[in-house]
T-cell receptor, first 113, second 114 residues
Framework: KAGVTQTPRYLIKTRGQQVTLSCSPISGHRSVSWYQQTPGQGLQFLFEYFSETQRNKGNFPGRFSGRQFSNSRSEMNVSTLELGDSALYLC????????????FGQGTRLTVV | AQSVTQLDSHVSVSEGTPVLLRCNYS??????LFWYVQHPNKGLQLLLKYTSAATLVKGINGFEAEFKKSETSFHLTKPSAHMSDAAEYFC????????????FGTGTRLTVIP
């Protein structure tokens, strides 16, 4: 059974640009969540999608957005990149319920220069 | 409200000695609890989970954790540390309401001294 796949693994972008990250969850998983991980702030929740609907959203500015497709694949977009957006972005998929574990992808390392 | 406190940001042990990583949680409901491990520049890997069954949970790589409701704790232990255990460990509580959020602790970095 294939795991969670995130692409690309590494990205270097310039301030002001925008970026799109992709996440393919485990087959059958309908919940996809995104997290930002930085040395200073740790793991921070961005948003969660379930059956193509955003179910939860963290405390991030509107420059961060996402969507989920009918096949459960998800994308997140960051517009007008800032240096502080440099981070490891992790995607997690879950079957659904609160007692189900999340499976994480390897992450996308975004560097903004 | 749900929250997780990892009591140590950094733990250092000698190879072959026991490991104890401490976690306390706060939850208004019967929680589901998880421990994850993260090696450098990698995603998080599930070590074990507690979902209201046996209070002593065994995970991968010789790790186990005990759920103690009276102490609101879910400490992670391993009898004998191995060099490959050096990593960051996260304690996580799941919100059982409709939101289904995961709440992460701030992590404990485990160093294993040869």
């Amino acid at each position: 059974k294939a795991g969670v796949t995130q692409t690309p693994r590494y990205l270097i972008k310039t301030r002001g640009q925008q970026v799109t990250l992709s996440c393919s969850p485990i087959s059958g998983h309908r919940s996809v969540s995104w997290y930002q991980q930085t040395p200073g702030q740790g793991l921070q929740f961005l948003f969660e999608y379930f059956s193509e609907t955003q179910r939860n959203k963290g405390n991030f500015p509107g420059r961060f957005s996402g969507r989920q497709f009918s096949n459960s694949r998800s994308e997140m977009n960051v517009s007008t990149l800032e240096l502080g957006d440099s981070a490891l972005y992790l995607c997690a998929s879950r079957l659904g319920g609160a007692n189900t574990e999340a499976f994480f992808g390897q992450g996308t390392r975004l560097t903004v220069v | 409200a749900q929250s997780v406190t990892q009591l140590d940001s950094h733990v250092s042990v000698s190879e072959g000695t026991p490991v104890l990583l401490r976690c306390n949680y706060s939850s208004s409901y019967s929680p589901s609890l998880f421990w994850y491990v993260q090696h450098p520049n990698k995603g998080l890997q599930l070590l074990l989970k507690y979902t209201s069954a046996a209070t002593l949970v065994k995970g991968i790589n010789g790790f186990e954790a005990e759920f103690k409701k009276s102490e609101t704790s879910f400490h992670l232990t391993k009898p004998s540390a191995h060099m490959s255990d050096a990593a960051e460990y996260f304690c996580v509580v799941s919100d059982p309401t409709g939101a289904n959020n995961l709440f992460f602790g701030t992590g404990t970095r485990l160093t294993v001294i040869p």
